[in-house]
Structures are given as C-alpha cells and as structure tokens.
C-alpha cells in the first residue's frame, strides 16, 4: 500500500511542477493534462456488483460542485436501498424471467432521487452487518433466495406483504433509510435534500451508439443490466464521441457504462487501449509493451463497434465516472477516468486513462446533463 501511495504522491508533484504524468517507472507513457473537472474522493466498491451507483453517485458529486452547490459525499448505498425492491418486485412479476444480479445502470440513481431524494454519506453508510467495507455476499444471498422461495410456492395467491419482508432485510443489513436528517446545521427529508441541490432527475439523458436502431430515436437498450427497461437516445457514433468532447470541453462529467473485459484494460496499470493487434497474436513482449510503449491502436468505426456488441465481445460489464482528458506523447487522445476499485494497486491513485480508440469501440452508453449535448444535436435528439 505504502509504494502506491507514495507513487501516487510523487505523481501529483510532478503533474503540478511539469504540468505532464508517466503511469509507472518502467512505462514510456506520458500524459499531458487537457482537462480534469473537479471530483470527489476516490471511493471502493468492494465486494459489491453495485459500481453502478459508485460512478452515478460520483457524477452526481460533481455536479454538485459544477453547479454551486460545493463538495458533498453522497450515499451510494441509499441509492442500493431503493433499486433492490424495485429489481425485486420486477422479477418476481416476471416469474423469475428477469435479472435478479447486483448491476443496475445510471438511470436507476437518477429514478430514486425523484422518487425518495438522495443523503449524504454520513447520514447513511449501509454498514450495518459490522464491517468497514462493503461486502453484499451474504445479503444478495438472502435476498435471492427468499425471492425464489417466494416464486416456488406451489399453490394459492402471493401475499400484499413479501415485499416488505424482503426490504426488512435490506434494513438489518443497510439501515432503515431516514425519514429526516441533520447535516451541516439545517434538517432535511431526503427529497429536499435532492432540491437544495439542485438534481433534477429529468435533466439527464442516457445516451448510445448501435446500428440496429434508428439513430435519433430512443430504444430500450439491449444489456441484462437494463432491468428496468429504460429508453436510450441513439446518436452515431461520431456524434456520440462529439458529446462526450463538448461535455468536458465545458465544464461537464460523464457517467460512462462500458466493457472492462479487454486484457488491455488493467486497473493496475491505470491504462486501457485497444491496439490494432490482437492479445491472442502478439508475442509475450508485445503484451508486456502494450503498457510500456504507445502502440498502433484500432481504427473503430460504426460497423465494427455494432459487431462487438452483436457477439458479445463488448458487454456491459461496469460503470465509472470520467471527468477529464489528456494526450500522449503520440497526440492521441485519452479520458481520464475515476473508477471504484479504490486508490491501491494503482498507479494513479484509482484513476486510469482510456484511449479514445478504446473508448469509441467499448462504450455500452453514457449518462450526461442536457446542457452537456451540443445544440445540434439536442435538436436531432428532440431534447
């Protein structure tokens, strides 16, 4: 921990004096701040499949600060709270033909807070099983198996009252969400909370990029995560990317949900590229010197974007908050991303820096404010 964290330190000195960034002591990467919006404190996960909230909670955070409102840490666990019902009662409606996995997407968030408000983290943590750290093993255990048990009965009607003992779990485990609560000098409900700061869940748009729909229309995004069938805005993929530069360029971050899968995606060395060769046929020094040396990277284009999503070699695999970009030594361009692994084991004190060209091939879709959207295309969209 003490060598992460003391690269991490030097890092940010030199980034401040230099005004560039070298991922590892062995890496010839160099990076050239561009842009780097402000962000709230790197947080873990853990042993959780809910990074969904992680990185819309994070978003969310800096958004806060982009419109006025200062530095907040918002609960993810409170938003947890919310969407297992909400997932709960979806699958047992569909006898059991839906998605009962921890994953969840961004508009899931933004649907508690207009209907329950948001906290902030210290008025709800969702540690009430004795730990320190996040760990749903045992809950989402318990939760899926009463709910199976629940669609195993043989015979007569459902009862009105399994949903709540189902929640009575998640209250031993999470906490009772609050009614009201006191933070900094003033008490809110969680609803006014959300309108003191200034989230309106309208205000955010998902975005995507797929062939096999219209662009320029919605359509339910085909993921498992996408439980709650929740409409898509289709945009080409030029235009996709186009949003996401006009974002950052002014002021704006990005809920980004995408594929992590790539062996060329590694936490650990703050890097994700997708180079033109394939991992199966470079040599073992040509995987080593994928996160040494900039390489050749793939030229993505709508056609071969549509064909990873069609055979599933681009998934929807997790969800992380970008908030800048930067250049390497080559030109080439990179966002810069806050993930939800925590800050050890990485070089950039848990950031990490995704080529444009792995960018536009494995982005899933995008969460992002309807002021971030160029004209134009707001006008294309309808929005």
């Not at 200062?70 to 979806?90: D, F, I, N, Q």
């Not at 730990?131 to 009607?157: C, M, P, Q, W």
């Not at 064909?307 to 030109?331: V, W």
């Not at 806050?338 to 982005?363: A, Q």
Request: proline share 4%; aromatic share 12%.
């Amino acid at each position: 921990m003490r060598k992460y964290t003391f690269i991490t330190s030097i890092m940010a000195a030199v980034f401040m004096i230099f005004g560039s960034v070298t991922l590892q002591a062995q890496s010839e990467y160099a990076f050239t701040e561009k842009v780097e919006i402000s962000a709230g404190p790197v947080q873990n996960q853990s042993r959780t499949g809910t990074c969904w909230s992680f990185a819309t909670i994070s978003f969310l955070e800096s958004e806060l600060i982009r419109l006025g409102k200062g530095e907040h840490r918002l609960s993810e666990m409170y938003m947890v709270r919310y969407v297992y019902p909400e997932k709960a009662t979806e699958y047992v409606r569909r006898h059991g033909n839906s998605n009962f996995g921890q994953g969840s997407l961004s508009h899931d968030v933004m649907k508690v807070i207009a209907n329950h408000g948001m906290v902030p983290e210290e008025v709800y943590r969702g540690l009430k099983y004795g730990s320190e750290i996040h760990n749903h093993g045992e809950l989402y255990a318990g939760l899926k198996g009463f709910t199976d048990g629940v669609l195993a009965r043989r015979s007569g009607l459902l009862t009105d009252v399994w949903i709540d003992a189902y929640s009575a779990i998640l209250d031993v485990y999470l906490g009772t969400p609050p009614a009201t609560f006191n933070y900094r000098g003033r008490t809110y409900t969680p609803k006014q909370f959300a309108s003191e700061m200034g989230i309106v869940a309208e205000d955010y748009v998902e975005l995507t990029s797929y062939n096999h729909h219209p662009y320029y229309t919605q359509f339910v995004l085909e993921v498992p995560d996408n439980w709650a069938n929740s409409l898509y805005y289709n945009l080409p993929l030029d235009e996709l990317m186009q949003v996401m530069d006009f974002a950052l360029a002014n002021g704006h971050t990005i809920a980004w949900d995408g594929d992590v899968s790539e062996r060329t995606f590694s936490h650990r060395e703050g890097l994700a590229v997708l180079p033109a060769k394939s991992w199966e046929d470079m040599t073992e020094d040509e995987r080593r010197d994928v996160f040494r040396n900039p390489v050749e990277e793939l030229v993505v284009n709508q056609e071969n974007r549509q064909h990873t999503f069609n055979n599933f070699s681009t998934t929807d695999d997790h969800l992380m908050h970008i908030n800048g970009t930067a250049r390497d030594q080559n030109g080439t361009l990179y966002y810069l991303t806050k993930n939800s692994y925590g800050t050890e084991n990485n070089p950039m004190g848990g950031y990490l820096y995704m080529s444009e060209p792995y960018v536009r091939m494995k982005t899933i879709a995008i969460m992002v404010h309807k002021d971030a959207i160029p004209a134009d295309i707001k006008q294309k969209l309808g929005i």
